[in-house]
């Protein structure tokens, strides 16, 4: 019989959570130790409940998911967990832990994923737990998980339970004479036939296979080599009709074929190549684990995240689970334009505006307050999980797509000229020294912090921006009155237009630097973004000194 084990350990720095879980390079994590001593903090962090619990455990597909599941096994073993669900070969979407926490409701879940990050040896990998209700845990949460880490003198474990996870069935053990269950489940099951109640599918599926009198609505989904490749395959061929031409890039791959699995213009510029040469009416990619979402239209038409969470707010009526469940209230991070808060207008709803990331949001949905919410990151998500859903943001597309029997453009164009247009962009400055990024924050909270700089005028070119406000950002949840501090330097102008400047909190090295601007116009709907954000860009660049601090003169990546 197999039997619990005590193994001593000291703690490792740096174990803290960022805006979703604990990131690091591969070769952190095959540290002697490492990610036992993560596990067994999680697992510390939830002690007057662990004895006889269930968790689900899964992964994106990435080098180390297997190894790590595999450690995950025998410490939930040594510490009394009583069953684990496991998606096979360690597979399960972020969106779809989610789904089946909430569906079997387990005591929470450990996601395996470092997102849209690159994969293979040399790059990242990630740990994040989930609670009860699904979502990612609250910083509260996080907070004690790493303070454990810091104290950390022994983990447990049960170093001869042997449990394969390349098949799905349930698997009884007994260790030191009680009961440990590993369910090893399909991961896709779920998740599929919880989409099918959420939308239409016979209606998705005659838009794609067209009708007598219209053609198919010919699609391009990339899964990037991520986890969502799976459920691409149940969802859109199996389901759909559609047909093998009309995927790509569906079988999980450890390194990502070598790709940055993140569904944006630089990084997924090849699907942007096959819609704007092909004869496609959408296009739409996913990220590592399957939260982020890019669409596009026809000709590789790009609908921004802002918007796309505005256009789906406006149409939320149309899709049966909102039917049954009623809209209560959208929602934003910070850094996402405002389009949203239009439609929230028109619509006499409630409006939220938290600090990036998604666990900011799972309070509201729980408290019946939230239905739908985005980050300009490329999330877009509803209360159906507590997890932004790359597939579910699609699927809402080609809902309002089938009802109004419009195009993406019509839609967008529609849209816009309903609400007005809040123009959007984002520079990613990626893997950055540390120390300058952080001279620079500081320098420039001091600036926008100092006597006059509200009032003040800054100009580029023919327009001229008075600031009206300026501050770091600040939270308080409105249902727990937990505050979250320092989220992101903001600048807002007498206009309205906002520059926005952040460091990123899911970087495995260095600092990544995020400028977000916006700026809206009611009738100048049909300009392109760059051109009509360069003064405002040119103002963020001058203020912060930003190339100067980075030594950059470009973005890595622009949205
Ligand atoms: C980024 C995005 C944020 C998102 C987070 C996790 O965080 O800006 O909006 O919630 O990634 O997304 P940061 O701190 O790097 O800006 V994912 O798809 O990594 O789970
Ligand atoms: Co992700």
Request: proline residues 5%; contains cysteine; aromatic residues 8%.
């Amino acid at each position: 019989m197999p039997s619990v084990v005590t193994v001593n350990t000291t703690p490792f720095e740096g174990q803290k959570p960022g805006t979703s879980g604990l990131r690091k390079k591969v070769k952190v994590f095959l540290q002697e130790n490492y990610t036992e001593n993560f596990i067994q903090s999680i697992l510390d962090a939830n002690k007057d409940s662990i004895v006889g619990s269930t968790l689900v455990v899964g992964g994106d597909g990435r080098y180390l998911v297997k190894e790590v599941v595999d450690k995950i096994i025998k410490i939930s073993a040594g510490n009394g967990v009583g069953k684990l669900l496991v998606g096979q070969n360690g597979i399960l979407s972020t969106p779809a832990v989610s789904c089946i926490i909430r569906k079997y409701n387990t005591l929470g879940g450990i996601v395996l994923t470092a997102s849209h990050n690159p994969g293979g040896i040399n790059n990242d990998f990630g740990i994040k737990f989930n609670c009860s209700n699904g979502g990612p845990a609250p910083d509260h949460t996080t907070n004690e998980i790493h303070a454990l880490t810091t104290t950390i003198k022994e983990y447990k474990t049960v170093p001869d339970l042997k449990c394969p996870v390349d098949k799905t069935g349930i698997f009884n053990f007994t260790v030191d004479s009680k009961p440990f269950v590993v369910e090893v489940i399909d991961p896709v099951q779920d998740y599929v036939s919880y989409m099918k109640e959420i939308f239409d599918f016979p209606k998705i599926k005659s838009l794609i296979q067209g009708t007598e009198q219209r053609k198919p609505f010919n699609v391009l989904i990339d899964s990037m080599s991520g986890v969502t490749g799976p459920y691409v395959q149940a969802i859109f061929i199996d389901e759909l009709g559609a047909s093998v031409n009309n995927v790509r890039r569906v079988t999980p791959l450890e390194d990502f074929g070598g790709a940055h699995p993140d569904p944006n213009l630089t990084y997924a510029a090849d699907l942007v190549a096959a819609v704007k040469g092909g004869d496609y009416d959408l296009g739409a990619a996913f990220d590592g684990d399957g939260d982020r979402n890019m669409i596009i239209g026809r000709g590789a038409l790009f609908v921004t995240p802002s918007d796309s969470l505005a256009v789906l707010a406006a149409h939320a009526a149309l899709v049966p689970y909102f039917q049954r469940n009623g809209v209560k209230g959208f929602a934003r991070s910070m850094p996402t334009a405002a389009a949203v808060d239009r439609v929230a207008k028109e619509l006499g709803m409630e409006i939220f505006e938290v600090p990036t990331g998604w666990k900011y949001f799972c309070n509201l949905m729980d408290a019946g307050r939230l239905s739908l919410c985005g980050e300009e990151s490329f999330g877009t998500g509803s209360d159906h999980v507590r997890e932004k859903d790359g597939l579910w943001a699609a699927l809402a597309w080609l809902s309002v797509i089938a009802v109004t029997g419009k195009s993406v453009e019509e839609i967008l164009k529609e849209h816009w000229a309903k609400y007005g247009r809040n123009y959007f962009t984002r520079y990613d400055y990626e893997e950055c020294a540390s120390d300058p990024c952080n001279e620079m924050m500081t320098a420039l909270e001091q600036r926008m912090t100092a006597p006059g700089f509200v009032g003040s005028s800054h100009t580029s070119g023919s327009k001229t921006y008075v600031v009206k406000v300026a501050d770091n950002f600040s939270y308080m949840d409105p249902i727990d009155r937990s505050v979250a501090m320092k989220q992101g330097l903001r600048i807002i102008f007498e206009d309205g237009s906002r520059i926005v400047l952040r460091l990123s909190g899911t970087g495995s090295s260095g600092a990544t630097v995020r400028l977000y601007i916006d700026s809206y116009e009611a009738k100048d709907v049909l300009g392109d973004a760059q051109v009509m954000l360069r003064p405002l860009i040119d103002v963020a660049l001058q203020l912060s000194q930003l190339q100067n601090y980075t030594g950059r003169d470009a973005p890595t990546v622009i949205t």
